[in-house]
């Protein structure tokens, strides 16, 4: 369990050091080749995920992806997308919920557990993560950190293929 959450945190700590990279223009920016989405939106999305499986471990309640606030602040204010990272973070590292988890997401409920939803959250984060990465990659802005928006699987084969 602790090396999901340290996996957990640290796709989250590359969000949150982009974001803070971006500045609010960038953030906020409508990308064409995200049909439109910004940066921004992507982040809520992931931040909102979280956000989710962590209310309902806290009341103990169904996770209902499909009822997400879409905190337009989040969308629009990387400042608070960062604080509400770090708030997540430390919910993460400190949450050890072994007991299973209804699970509602396109209108359809399923049984999962803790662990199973956070290696979910990863998969989906790495996944907003690249589309991010694509945004900027289309307006020139290159991220510093080649492993972004990467499966660590995929990071893991290339290095092995180098050799």
């Known amino acids: 369990m602790e090396d999901l959450s340290k996996s957990v945190i640290e796709q989250l700590s590359k969000l949150q050091t982009t974001i803070q990279e ?14 439109d989405a910004s940066i921004g939106m992507h982040a809520r999305h992931i931040i909102e995920m979280y ?4 209310k309902a ?13 879409r905190d337009v602040k989040i969308e629009t204010d990387p400042a608070f997308a960062s604080e509400q990272i770090s708030m997540i ?31 979910y959250q990863i998969e989906h984060s790495i996944h907003h993560m690249a589309l991010i990465k694509t945004g900027l990659r289309s ?3 290159i ?11 995929t990071i893991t084969h290339k290095q092995t293929c180098a050799q």
């Open 57 to 69: 471990v806290e009341l103990q309640a169904p996770v209902d992806y499909d009822a997400r606030d």
């Open 143 to 153: 991220i510093e950190d080649e492993t972004f928006g990467v499966a660590p699987s």
């Open 89 to 119: 973070c430390q919910k993460i590292s400190n949450t050890n919920f072994e007991e299973s988890l209804e699970v509602v997401c396109h209108n359809m409920r399923v049984q999962s557990n803790y662990q199973r939803e956070l290696l």
């Open 22 to 35: 971006l500045g609010d223009g960038l953030y906020t920016r409508h990308i064409p080749i995200m049909y």
């Open 139 to 141: 307006l020139d802005i």
């Open 51 to 54: 956000l989710c499986l962590l």
